[in-house]
């Protein structure tokens, strides 16, 4: 398995812009994570998904935020309009939740710039 | 809300000795608790899992202790090589809630030849 996949990997745009990120899980995995890492914040979780249902976005920053889980495979997280304080990197993770070890695997992640 | 605190200052210690980070949480009594590895540019890596059960795990060169009356945990890199060198995060695994982990601001370890 190629492990999460994550794009793009970096991203620079202009306050104002939409900005999408996308995400494909490990393929079996019930359970989708989206982190936002900064130095002054560590890592934060956003949003998560069960079998493709949003389970607590009480992480998501404002309504600027907004994630989707179409089907098992596919993810994004959305950014509109997009503001310089969300200069980040942005994870994805997936998981078999609750189960053994219950580890998260997590993508390479994408830097966000906001200018 | 949950609160999860790890050594807030870099760590330099010398090639071949014991390295050992904490990680100190309240109001939370989880029952398993995890470890994740960082390297720069890139995301966490699981290395161990710890339940509150278990006083003590080991994998290779690695050792987790989990105290859960002082609701503290230990993590310990015996004869730490350069290669050791990283952050290391530490999480409340909530597995009862949907799989969900908190994690803690990481350590940043540096291990000197």
């Known amino acids: 398995d190629a492990g999460v996949i994550q794009s793009p990997r970096h991203e620079v745009t202009e306050m104002g812009q939409e900005v999408t990120l996308r995400c494909k899980p490990i393929?079996?995995?019930?359970?989708l994570f989206w982190y936002r890492q900064t130095m002054m914040r560590g890592l934060e979780l956003l949003i998560y998904f069960n079998n493709n249902v949003p389970i607590d976005d009480s992480g998501m920053p404002e309504d600027r935020f907004s994630a989707k889980m179409p089907n098992a495979s596919f993810s994004t997280l959305k950014i509109q309009p997009s503001e310089p304080r969300d200069s980040a990197v942005y994870f994805c993770a997936s998981s078999l939740a609750g189960v053994g070890h219950n580890e998260q695997f997590f993508g390479p992640g994408t830097r966000l710039t906001v200018l | 809300s949950q609160k999860i605190e790890q050594n807030s200052e870099a760590l330099n210690i010398q090639e071949g000795k014991t390295a050992t980070l904490t990680c100190n949480y309240t109001?939370?009594?989880?029952?398993?608790l995890q470890w994740y590895r960082q390297d720069p540019g890139r995301g966490p890596v699981f290395l161990l899992l710890i339940r509150e059960n278990e006083k003590e795990k080991r994998k290779e060169r690695l050792k987790v202790t989990f105290d859960t009356t002082l609701k503290q945990s230990l993590f310990h890199i015996t004869a730490s090589q350069p290669a050791d060198s990283a952050t290391y995060l530490c999480?409340?695994?909530?597995?009862?809630?949907?799989?969900?982990?908190?994690f803690g601001q990481g350590t940043e370890l540096s291990v000197k030849p």
């Open positions: 999480a409340l695994d909530m597995r009862n809630q949907g799989g969900k982990l908190i």
């Open positions: 393929s079996g995995h019930n359970s």
């Open positions: 109001n939370y009594s989880p029952a398993y």
